[in-house]
Nanobody
Framework: QLQASGGGLVRPGGSLRLSCAAS????????IGWFRQTPGKEREFVAA????????YYADSMKGRFTISRDNGKNTVYLQMNSLKPEDTAVYYC????????????????????WGQGTLVTVSS
């Protein structure tokens, strides 16, 4: 089970850190990802990181602003979001899979087997 938290209301230019805690399995052996979704749109890739810790992937619009990381000791994944923009408003979901994804797969929701419940991020003045 994955439990996402950390969402909220933030002003443009502000920062938030989302957390995704796992229970029942060790995240350190999983490829992990963050996705987001707004009403009427498909789930959109945000960031992903391999189980080995080597290799992080970001959507173009998030590069330089968002950072995905993991704390294996806490069995938790994080998404640090800086310089937030109103268009970042969405429900953010964490995801994980024990399968070793090929690079081209990390960007697609159907590559992941486990999902958190989502946490709402609202960027507004």
């Amino acid at each position: 089970q994955l439990q996402a938290s950390g969402g909220g209301l933030v002003r443009p230019g502000g920062s938030l850190r989302l957390s995704c805690a796992a229970s029942g399995f060790a995240l350190e052996y999983f490829d992990i990802g963050w996705f987001r979704q707004t009403p009427g749109k498909e789930r959109e890739f945000v960031a992903a990181r391999r189980w080995s810790g080597v290799g992080a992937y970001y959507a173009d619009s998030m590069k330089g602003r968002f950072t995905i990381s993991r704390d294996n000791g806490k069995n938790t994944v994080y998404l640090q979001m800086n310089s937030l923009k109103p268009e970042d408003t969405a429900v953010y979901y964490c995801a994980a899979t024990p399968r070793r994804l090929i690079t081209s797969s990390v960007y697609y929701p159907n590559a992941y087997d486990y999902w958190g419940q989502g946490t709402l991020v609202t960027v507004s003045s």
